[in-house]
């Protein structure tokens, strides 16, 4: 259940009043002027086929949905062990703490994977990371399913969770790489089900298999044969989708077909970075920008938080149904089942109503950039739905209420997080345009920190407070941060004024004033 990081693209304004536009780019793009006039300077034309921008609607359409495929593979496979933990817990003699270890060093492999696959991928490409990973990945997969011992399992969950990272990185990228500004919305927005839907459909495959008598090893064949499908998609059905690393293809046949050395792509006359720069660029510049940023501190935070509720549920949940209710791990799995529904409701509501509103405003910004503080409003509306699931989870917990109660709270957690997610990965993405990879970066890596945390001390949490006064506990949490995306969207732009990564484009009627 992660991230989307999206390398932006920056669609150059043609407007005849885009001047301080023009001047706003070449202050992040210093010499691009300068390129543009060199006749060598390898570029997409304006209907080049090569450019994935121009490739069919189907075909981009159904690269989005392998990307959300991908995604929901390393969700599903980081949730599926908590419905066979029982098993675990008897075969290798573990503790219930041991036991979660499974879910959490699995997510824990997150907080890595970002930092690898992000910079790989805007180095070599999207395909031979998604490739190489994949392949890596599902031979961890067979690792678990013959593991021996506990550190065996436990190390091959680690490590494969950092190549599951892949995807959470890269296929938000692969989708920037396709669409524009206006389509990226309701691309992102059926991406993002993708985190969610894993998570939530991971405990029933899991507990169906603990119910039914069959080995806890067949879980990890299961997710061995849906990590090798995926794999075969990857290797038969996925080009480059990255702009720079095809131009350098594109340059290389010119090249060949001109016999002319001459010709090359931007990417071909970068500076050659050293080893420690570019440890320190992918690295640790991520971390640079979240400490001098107030605005991403905030954000990240919350996200935070809200991920790490979403994997406290996997303890949450089996002491609410299974010990109060009494239920096998199997139908507990199904207990999961409305907060997917919620998050395909929120998808739902978002792109029948909010994004074609989000269409409207950017025609009624043209030529200016559209203020990201207008990506906030479906964050404000589920902020305080999503505090008010957990106190309606908790106090409907009694044995003695229909597990209906408890259980149909999911939809009002699903719905919330989809919201709250759209709303603030768009958000950074568009306040931090030029620098939106690192902050992604940086984002993605504390959210996985929260996500492997919260199941070590949800279980103690939940037996040592009942679950009344623990989902309380953490719906008061949330209640205390309900005013972050209230604030960004009232002071956003004047922080913003203040930023040193996310200055504000030149507005609409300076644009205007321009022109007269």
Not at 51 to 65: C, E, G, M, Q, V
Not at 193 to 219: C, D, K, Q
Not at 320 to 334: A, D, R, W
Not at 491 to 505: N, Q, T
Request: proline letters at 7%; hydrophobic letters at 45%.
């Amino acid at each position: 259940m992660e991230t989307i990081s999206a390398t932006p693209t920056i669609v150059e304004d043609r407007s005849e009043s885009g001047s301080l536009n023009d001047q706003f780019q070449h202050r992040f793009f210093p010499g691009a002027e300068e390129q543009k006039k060199d006749p060598y300077l390898v570029e997409f034309d304006p209907d080049d086929p090569l450019d994935p921008k121009n490739w069919s609607r189907a075909y981009r359409w159904y690269l989005t949905i392998l990307g959300g495929m991908l995604v929901l593979n390393a969700t599903f496979a980081s949730s599926a062990p908590s419905g066979i933990a029982g098993q675990l817990m008897e075969d290798f003699h573990i503790s219930q703490e041991v036991a979660t270890l499974t879910i959490s060093l699995f997510v824990a492999g997150y907080c890595v994977g970002p930092l690898l696959w992000a910079p790989l991928s805007e180095e070599y490409g999207r395909r031979p990371v998604f490739l190489i990973s994949f392949v890596v990945y599902t031979g961890f997969q067979v690792g678990c399913a013959l593991s021996q011992n506990t550190a065996s399992i436990i190390i091959f969950r680690l490590l494969g969770g950092t190549f599951a990272a892949a995807p959470l990185t890269n296929s938000g990228a692969v989708i920037s790489d396709m669409w524009d500004a206006g389509t990226r919305g309701k691309a992102l927005a059926l991406f993002t089900l993708a985190p969610f839907a894993g998570p939530s459909l991971g405990p029933i495959v899991g507990g169906y298999i603990t119910t039914a008598g069959v080995s806890w090893r067949w879980l990890f064949w299961v997710l061995t044969i849906f990590a090798g499908l995926c794999t075969v998609f990857i290797a038969f059905t996925l080009p480059e989708t990255y702009a720079p690393v095809i131009m350098i293809s594109k340059a290389k046949a010119m090249r060949l077909r001109t016999d002319d050395d001459n010709y090359y792509a931007p990417k071909e006359k970068e500076e050659k970075k050293s080893f420690v720069k570019r440890i320190e660029h992918t690295v640790a510049r991520p971390f640079k920008i979240l400490f001098q940023e107030p605005m991403l501190i905030a954000i990240t935070v919350y996200m935070s938080f809200v991920y790490g509720c979403i994997y406290l549920l996997f303890e949450a949940y089996p002491a609410v149904f299974q010990q109060g209710h009494h239920m096998s791990e199997g139908v507990v799995g199904l207990m999961y089942l409305p907060v997917f529904f919620g998050g395909c409701l929120g998808v739902v509501v978002y792109l029948i109503f909010f994004n074609p509103r989000y269409e409207r405003l950017i025609d009624q910004y043209k030529p200016a950039m559209m203020p990201p503080e207008e990506r906030l409003d479906i964050s404000i509306i589920a902020a305080p739905i999503f505090a008010a699931s957990f106190f309606w989870f908790g106090w409907t917990s009694y044995p003695s209420i229909s597990f209906w109660a408890p259980m149909l709270s999911g939809l009002g957690m699903g719905f919330s997080v989809v919201f709250i997610f759209l709303a603030l990965f768009n958000y950074m993405i568009d306040a931090y345009l030029f620098v939106a990879a690192s902050a992604l970066a940086s984002n993605t890596v504390f959210r996985s920190s929260f996500g492997a945390a919260f199941p070590l001390f949800a279980n103690q949490m939940y037996e040592a407070l009942n679950p009344r006064w623990a989902s309380t506990l953490v719906g008061c949490v949330a209640l205390i941060m309900v005013p972050i995306p209230f604030v960004l969207r009232r002071y956003g732009e004047k922080l913003r004024k203040h930023s040193k990564h996310a200055p504000s484009p030149p507005s609409k009627l300076k644009i205007e004033e321009s022109s007269v």
